[in-house]
């Protein structure tokens, strides 16, 4: 990870902490400057490291007196995780998506290690019989990958 990045995303982590809100506003040119980038780069930050899997939502207003508003999604209602679960995994999603999902989850303490591992274990499990036994394509599968996940999910959001 780049140093610039890895310094830009604590700058605004620690803005999170001293606002003590789960809302912060600030300007991407003012940042850009801050940090000596381009704002792209800022962009690029928010992309990679405040995006709704990391539970972030982020809304931009573009030109000259452009602010960005990075929310910290709080989903203490189990149909708020529920719906917000759903939106993340849509109708299909990789192996590889679904394990930096679940990482994210367990990560915003939605889930527990033990349980990341469960889930891991029945995707790859269904992964593995519709690829080996019935010959599914990959397409197909990452669509029942998602179906599986989000019931997974949903009922641990509920207990």
């Given amino acids: 990870m780049s140093s610039l990045t890895k ?13 003590g809100s789960h809302q912060i506003s600030l300007r991407r040119k003012e940042l850009a400057e801050r940090f000596g ?10 992309r990679s490291r405040f995006a709704p899997e990391h ?5 931009s207003q573009r030109g000259g007196h452009g602010y960005i508003r990075i929310v910290q ?8 995780r529920v719906d917000h679960i759903e939106k993340l995994v849509g109708r299909a ?22 349980e990341r591992l469960i889930i891991e274990v029945a995707l790859r499990n269904q992964d593995e019989q519709f690829r080996n036994l019935f010959d599914v394509p990959a397409f ?3 669509t029942m990958r998602a179906e599986l996940l989000k019931r997974l999910i949903t009922s641990l959001a509920l207990m």
């Fill in 55 to 59: 539970g972030f939502v982020v809304e």
């Fill in 37 to 46: 980038c381009v704002p792209s780069q800022i962009n690029y930050v928010l």
């Fill in 140 to 142: 197909r599968r990452d």
């Fill in 7 to 19: 310094a830009i995303e604590e700058y605004i982590t620690r803005l999170f902490e001293e606002a």
């Fill in 93 to 114: 999603i990789t192996e590889q998506e679904s394990k930096r999902l679940l990482s994210n989850l367990q990560n915003r303490g939605l889930i527990t290690p033990r």
């Fill in 73 to 80: 999604l709080r989903l203490k209602d189990p149909k708020e």
